[in-house]
C-alpha cells in the first residue's frame, strides 16, 4: 500500500527554521519524484521542491531557493525538507506528494523534471503537516 506521512511542522517566528520530514513506503519511495508542497485556504497549491530519488536531482521554486534544502535518506526512506529564515508569507498547509506508486525509470524521469514543480502530476498524497510563521 503505498502511503506518505509528514511531520515537523509547527509554529516558528519569523527568521526561524524547521525541518519537514515524508516518510514513504518502499514502493513508493524508490526512484520516484517526491514533492513539497503549500496551501492556503483560497490561494493555489504552490510547488516548493522536489527531488527524484533515483538520482537526487533537486528542484526548488524561485521563492525559497538559497533558503531551502531538500534531502533524501534511503535507508528511512524519507525525504527532508530544512527551511530555514522562514517568512510569515509562508504559512501554509505542507504536503507531500510522489508521482506514482511504482518507480520512474531514469529516461522517463529526464522527461518529467520540468514539470515536477506542479502539483497535478503527483498521484500519492500525505496528510499535510501546518506550519505557522509568525511576525
Known amino acids: 500500500q503505498a502511503h506518505l506521512v509528514e511531520s515537523g511542522g509547527g509554529s516558528v517566528q519569523a527568521g526561524g527554521s524547521l525541518r519537514l520530514s515524508c516518510k514513504a513506503s518502499?514502493?513508493?519511495?524508490?526512484?520516484?519524484?517526491i514533492g513539497w508542497f503549500r496551501q492556503v485556504p483560497g490561494k493555489e497549491r504552490e510547488g516548493v521542491a522536489a527531488?527524484?530519488?533515483?538520482?537526487?536531482?533537486?528542484f526548488y521554486s524561485t521563492s525559497v531557493k538559497g533558503r531551502f534544502t531538500i534531502t533524501q535518506d534511503n535507508a528511512a526512506n524519507t525525504v527532508y525538507l530544512q527551511m530555514t529564515d522562514l517568512q510569515p508569507e509562508e504559512t501554509a498547509m505542507y504536503y507531500c506528494?510522489?508521482?506514482?506508486?511504482?518507480?520512474?525509470?531514469?529516461?522517463?524521469?529526464?522527461?518529467?523534471?520540468?514539470?515536477?514543480?506542479?502539483?497535478?502530476?503527483?498521484?500519492?498524497w500525505g496528510q499535510g503537516t501546518q506550519v505557522t510563521v509568525s511576525s
Open positions: 506528494a510522489a508521482l506514482g506508486t511504482t518507480s520512474t525509470p531514469a529516461i522517463e524521469a529526464l522527461g518529467l523534471m520540468r514539470q515536477c514543480l506542479d502539483w497535478h502530476i503527483y498521484k500519492v
Open positions: 518502499g514502493s513508493t519511495y524508490s526512484s520516484n519524484f
Open positions: 527531488i527524484y530519488t533515483g538520482s537526487s536531482s533537486k
